[in-house]
Nanobody, 121 residues
Framework: QVTLAESGGGLVQPGGSLRLSCEAS????????IGWFRQAPGRDREEVSC????????YDADSVKDRFTMSRNNRRNMIYLQMRDLKPEDTAVYYC??????????????WGQGTQVTVSS
């Protein structure tokens, strides 16, 4: 069974940082474009960032540009999301995902169980 498992969420004060991790099991991430999206109660799903497998190009939502950085380690089969200068509006459950195409309007095709990020003082 192919799985993605997120970790690293938690409670952080505004202005703080967190790094989310995602481990892929039973398939190799090398061949996939990957991304992170988030879901907050009462709000639409937001595709936060994706990383294209072919050339490493990333696409970031305007709401997180210059604050969030996505990366991958193919040897470890891991995906990361480094989040800085966190704001209360970043509070959500964060999911890592695979996607058939990483572009400005990418769509997740498979994802993990999510990890909660809460930004509050």
């Amino acid at each position: 069974q192919v799985t993605l498992a997120e970790s690293g969420g938690g409670l952080v004060q505004p202005g703080g940082s967190l790094r989310l991790s995602c481990e892929a099991s039973r398939f190799a991430l090398d061949y996939y474009s990957i991304g992170w999206f988030r879901q907050a109660p009462g709000r639409d799903r937001e595709e936060v960032s994706c990383l294209r497998s072919s050339d490493g190009r990333t696409y970031d939502a305007d709401s997180v540009k210059d604050r969030f950085t996505m990366s991958r380690n193919n040897r470890r089969n891991m995906i990361y999301l480094q989040m800085r200068d966190l704001k209360p509006e970043d509070t959500a459950v964060y999911y890592c995902a695979i996607t058939p195409m990483c572009s400005e309007n990418w769509v997740p095709a498979g994802w993990g169980q999510g990890t909660q990020v809460t930004v509050s003082s």
